[in-house]
């Protein structure tokens, strides 16, 4: 069997995620890994990498390779999807592809005219919980969706210098929930309206941005959604999922270490969830991975692409201009 011949741009945290995954599938072969990092680049050697490099240019013009996945920094996914598309390799990338709505539509097209393969890495979408809450309501299970409700918690606020560059909460962590709002009930959004506060540290708010939020969201049919965020839960990481509908409710809990139940005099006490993404979607990683090989190996269209990036970003723009404007923002006043 011929195997799909991969490389990996960047050994950042979800960086070595991915290389872990692709190294245990049975149709890939990763040939080459760039990071400047040499702590990364010892990483990459300890798991036989055959190539590895400091530099994106080398890594594209020194190895043969089919597709790339890029975990490299936001501000260097634009450029580097479009270099790895001219040169003929299919992509992987990290969210969001650009922070920029005019700079994302010029690499869409670049994509395009080279018949690239783009897949963008919403992760979510392959969580077996999320996914499940689509499929019934897919199935017409709940009836006419009415209300979504997403819930997403970290349990700890990233260092001032990431928020600095990250784009800001909107376009950093809520982004996955405008992703997941579209693809749980299949709609697109019409209207945003957003609050946010600094509650949880006051430099957050120095470096410009918010930790704590509520978006409101209203799909073309008149569905309503609801996403609540935070920077820090003192539980740990809270993911949850609910579709209400005309004939039921679906839902997705958060996952926990173990579920055991400890019943006393104080109380009903058991495990915390699952700390961080890392753990909470570990799972979610290896599918979305092994769907991406899939297209690639049976030539099929990627699950996620480079427009669904695109509309997620859009809604985020939406809620930064609510947000300055404390008004509801119509999503064609963020023009494509």
């Known amino acids: 069997m011929t195997k799909v011949k991969f ?3 960047g050994l950042g945290r979800i960086g070595k995620i991915h290389l872990n995954n692709l190294l245990q599938m049975d149709q890939v072969e990763v040939v080459a890994v760039m990071d400047p990092m040499e702590d990364c680049q010892e990483y990459a050697r300890e798991r036989n990498i055959p190539y590895i490099t400091s530099t994106y240019g080398e890594l594209l013009n020194s190895v043969e390779f089919d597709s790339v996945v890029i975990c490299s920094p936001t501000n260097t996914h634009a450029d580097y999807v479009e270099m790895a598309a001219k040169a003929g390799k299919h992509v992987f990338c990290e969210k969001p592809l650009d922070l920029s709505m005019q ?6 097209k670049v994509v395009e005219d080279t018949n690239t393969k783009l897949m963008l890495g919403f992760n ?16 017409g299970a709940i009836g006419k969706p009415h209300l979504v409700k997403i819930t997403s918690r970290d349990p700890g ?40 506060a600094v509650l949880v540290d006051e430099a957050i708010g120095k470096a410009g ?6 978006v409101t969201l209203t799909y073309t049919d008149g569905t309503m959604a609801v996403i609540d965020n935070s920077r820090e839960a003192a539980y740990g990481y809270d993911q949850r999922i609910e579709v209400f509908g005309s004939k039921g409710m679906a839902q997705a809990d958060n996952n926990f270490s173990d579920s055991h139940r400890l019943y006393n005099g104080q109380g009903i006490h058991g495990a915390l969830p699952l700390h961080f993404f890392l753990e909470r979607y570990a799972e979610a990683y290896k599918i979305e991975m092994a769907d991406y090989v899939r297209s690639l190996v049976k030539e099929e269209a990627v699950p996620v692409d480079g427009k669904d990036g695109l509309y997620s970003l859009q809604i985020g723009l939406a809620a ?3 947000l300055k404007e404390k008004r509801p923002i119509c999503i064609d006043e963020i023009k494509l």
Request: aromatic share 10%; net charge negative; hydrophobic share 45%.
């Open 7 to 9: 490389a990996v741009a």
């Open 103 to 108: 700079r994302v539509v010029e690499v869409l």
């Open 124 to 139: 979510r979408r392959f969580d077996k919980e999320f996914k499940k809450v689509r499929d019934l309501v897919g199935e």
């Open 157 to 196: 606020a990233p260092p001032i210098g990431y928020i600095e560059k990250s784009g800001g909460l909107f376009l950093d962590m809520t982004i996955h929930d405008f992703d997941m709002a579209r693809f749980v009930v299949g709609k697109e959004v019409e209207e945003v309206y957003a609050k946010g």
């Open 209 to 214: 941005d918010i930790d704590t939020a509520v």
């Open 320 to 322: 930064i201009k609510s």
